[in-house]
C-alpha cells in the first residue's frame, strides 16, 4: 500500500481551525464517527506518552491545595487536566472533603485517568491529598464537589461545574447547596 500523503488537509487544519467544522460537515456519520474515535485515542496516546508525568504530579502537590487543605479547583498544564482532591478532618466521621467527577464518575473511577497519587495528610488532622491527571478532551464535563461529614452524615455544601471547550477549561457553573436534603 503506497503511503497517504495529508500535508494539504493538516497545512489547512492548522492554518484554519474552522476547517475541522468544514471537513466533519461533509463526512458521513460513521467516518465521523470513527474520526471522533481515532482523535480521542490519539488524545489519549499523547497525555499517557508526553511529559513527566511524576514531575507534573509533584508540581501539583505543591500548588494544587487551598489553605484549608483541600483542593483548589482543577486546572490545565499540557497535555493534562490536573484534579487535586481531599479529605481533611479529626477523623472519617468528622470531615470536610473535596472531589472531582467527571462525565460523571469519580476521578478515580474514570476510564480516562492517566494517573492518581494519594498521599496522607501530614500532622495531626485524619486524611489524604490526591492528584488525578487526565487528557484534555473537548467536551469534558466536570464537576468539583465539596461536602462535609458531620456525626456520619454526608452533606454537599458546593458544586462548581466545568467544561473543556476548544481547549480551555471554563466555568459554567457554581451552586452553593443548603445542607437540608443535599447528601
Sequence with gaps: MAARR???IVRHLREDPDTAH???EKLPDEALIELGAAIRDEIMRRAREAGDQPAVIEAAFE???ARDGLGILPWIALPYLICPGGLVGKNRGNHKCQFVSV???WVWESGDLIDEVKRS???SDDGF???ALLPIVEGMELDVVRARMRQGQ??????TSLRIRKGRLIEVERRDVSARGAR
Design 121 to 123: 495528610l501530614p500532622g
Design 6 to 8: 495529508y500535508g494539504t
Design 63 to 65: 500548588k494544587g491545595f
Design 22 to 24: 468544514e471537513l466533519c
Design 103 to 105: 462525565d460523571d464518575v
Design 154 to 159: 454526608h452533606n454537599v455544601e458546593r458544586v
Design 129 to 131: 491529598r490526591a492528584i
